[in-house]
């Protein structure tokens, strides 16, 4: 199986730890990665902003970057969600550009749900003996769905204690520009997330949207706690490694 690595910005600029994780995980399940030169930005903060015509020479890139891709893998679900909602919207006046934009969606997947649904993968081998909790982001709760997929990868992993989030379904207060443009209500979001997953007790907290997992990290640093912030794939690729 062929699949193309969607990096995304948040990824490529601040996390490429991540992009690593899923490129060794992916190679052990017999995947073969490729990574189209082309890609750019999806346009996300422009399109959750209002700017749609801004958006639209990035989305055509985006197009044409994955043309001949059998699938695409990302690790973000903010980035995946603009594609498969916005891009169909952003091109329906071009027949074209809407047809490409149809089967690039199609073949979209976060992590997660590459894994569970295309490659049929739930128990990967991996061991974590460590206290785990998961942050249930926006994007992959309300609009992939995808958050079975991670449950099933984790409560797979051998000797995990994996604990669930207390109202783990809240927002973190990143929201794209959200955070930017209403501060206040931003981190008042953002610190009664961290005392869920400090009610916890867990060592580490996982996700798969980087934002939100950018945005928790801070705080929880910024409250000089002990917690791990991971992706599912970093999760995974050192549990598979022990």
């Known amino acids: 199986m062929k699949a193309s690595i969607f990096i995304t910005c948040i990824c490529d600029s601040m996390f ?6 899923m490129v060794r995980v992916l190679e052990k399940l017999g995947v073969t990665l490729d990574f189209p030169p082309e890609q750019t930005c999806c346009g996300q903060p422009a399109l959750s902003s209002g700017y749609w015509e801004d958006a639209r020479p990035v989305a055509e890139t985006m197009l044409t970057a994955f043309a001949n891709s059998q699938y695409v893998v990302a690790p973000a679900g903010s980035c995946i969600t603009a594609v498969k909602e916005y891009y169909p919207i952003l091109f329906e006046k071009d027949p074209e550009k809407y047809r490409q934009a149809k089967e690039l969606s199609a073949k979209l997947f976060e992590f997660s749900e590459f894994v569970v649904k295309v490659l049929k993968k739930e128990d990967l081998g991996a061991r974590f003996p460590h206290r785990v909790t998961y942050h249930s982001s926006c994007h992959a709760r309300r609009f992939l769905n995808t958050d079975q997929y991670v449950r099933t990868l984790l409560t ?17 207060g990143f929201g794209g520009t959200f955070s930017v443009k209403l501060p ?5 979001m953002v610190d009664a997330k961290a005392r869920n997953i400090l009610e916890t007790k867990a060592d580490v907290l996982v996700g798969v949207d980087l934002s939100c997992l950018l945005n928790i990290d801070g705080r929880l640093k910024k409250q000089k706690t002990n917690v791990r ?10 549990g598979m490694r022990m």
């Open 184 to 188: 206040e209500i931003s981190e008042a």
């Open 156 to 172: 797979n992993v051998k000797e995990i204690d994996y604990i669930p989030l207390p109202h783990e379904e809240a927002c973190c």
């Open 229 to 238: 912030v991971m992706h599912v794939a970093e999760l995974l690729d050192e």
């Open 16 to 21: 490429p730890q991540v992009g690593e994780a």
